[in-house]
């Protein structure tokens, strides 16, 4: 038999003693508990993977029509800014008199209006149905 | 002849592969759960205790433990190794803890389970805690590992994640610094020498 160490015995000895101290004073939760606390947990965890993909379809979304906007908005601005000062009461009273308007938009910019307009309330329906 | 039939066949040929043969795993279910916790529950929160010196870290840690031991979805292939994996577990988890707290010396010092005993009667139990508190986590860890636990040092490199060849001039650092401590505060045992 090999000759133990005598540190080695020394310590051993002592870490022995350390352990057999009982400090416990109550009991430990009840293992029904933590397994099906446990298991909820891994129930979010799957659900959390498996709506990942959906969160992640669903910010691409805000993302494309964000830039759909942009893309519209800087597409047909100088049209669009002489279109909404059409609304002042001096260019109304000039238009009431005969004045021809500066300039006109077109019904493809009217209809891609519609189509982004339409896009952005399903998403925000969406949004608002899918958190409640 | 064919060229199978050249081949000699071991007599040790059918106990290798049984023996290389990976054990069929079977998920944990609810009572084979219960059992392991029943069995290694005490054990695991007494190493937590004596590492971290708090019952109430003691608690949640002995939770967060078992919580991820399940989260892993453990197979079982024999006790010793999930025993070795829920010590591993639970190392991992008193190792973050001290990184979160940073401060590991400091809250070794006035924890309500020592101050309790300084209030009590039990003056060796306190003594034993304080001298023990001197070590640094790891110190604790590859002590109780391999005195209480009795673990191997590859088991014990692998929980608390150093080299194996390492793992025997630690311990021995470890053992040394211990005595002197012990030593200083005059709890050193008396070693029968044959």
């Known amino acids: ?132 | 002849m064919t060229a199978d039939g050249l081949i000699l066949q071991s007599p040790f040929a059918l106990h290798r592969t049984a023996t290389f043969q990976r054990t069929p795993k079977r998920p944990m279910d609810e009572a084979k759960f219960e059992a392991f916790y029943r069995k290694t529950a005490g054990r695991i929160w007494s190493y937590i205790f004596r590492m971290t010196g708090n019952a109430a870290t003691a608690d949640d840690l002995l939770q967060k433990t078992f919580f991820r031991f399940l989260r892993s979805n453990p197979a079982i292939v024999h006790d010793d190794h999930l025993r070795h994996y829920i010590f591993k577990t639970a190392t991992n988890l008193v190792f973050d803890h001290f990184r979160e707290t940073k401060r590991h010396r400091e809250a070794m010092v006035d924890t309500p389970a020592i101050a309790e005993s300084r209030a009590g009667r039990d003056e060796l139990r306190h003594d034993m805690m304080r001298a023990f508190a001197e070590l640094k986590p790891q110190e604790r860890a590859l002590l109780w590992l391999a005195h209480v636990e009795g673990s191997s040092h590859e088991e014990i490199a692998d929980a608390i994640g150093v080299k194996e060849k390492s793992v025997k001039v630690m311990l021995f650092r470890a053992r040394k610094r211990l005595a002197a401590i012990l030593t200083r505060r005059g709890l050193a045992p008396e070693v029968r020498h044959a």
């Open chain 1, 1 to 132: 038999m090999p000759e133990l160490d005598p540190l080695e015995a020394q310590i051993g000895a002592w870490m022995q003693q350390f352990a057999a101290l009982d400090d416990r004073k109550h009991g430990f939760p009840d293992p029904s508990a933590l397994w099906v606390k446990a298991k909820l947990l891994q129930t979010q965890a799957a659900m959390d993977r498996a709506t990942r993909p959906i969160t992640r379809v669903q910010i691409a979304a805000y993302v494309i029509v964000a830039a759909g906007w942009a893309a519209l908005l800087t597409w047909k601005w100088s049209a669009l800014s002489a279109w909404l000062n059409s609304f002042t009461p001096s260019r109304i009273i000039l238009d009431a008199a005969g004045a021809q308007a500066a300039t006109s938009l077109s019904m493809t910019f009217f209809m891609a209006l519609f189509a982004l307009a339409s896009v952005t309330v399903m998403l925000a329906f969406h949004t608002i149905l899918a958190e409640e």
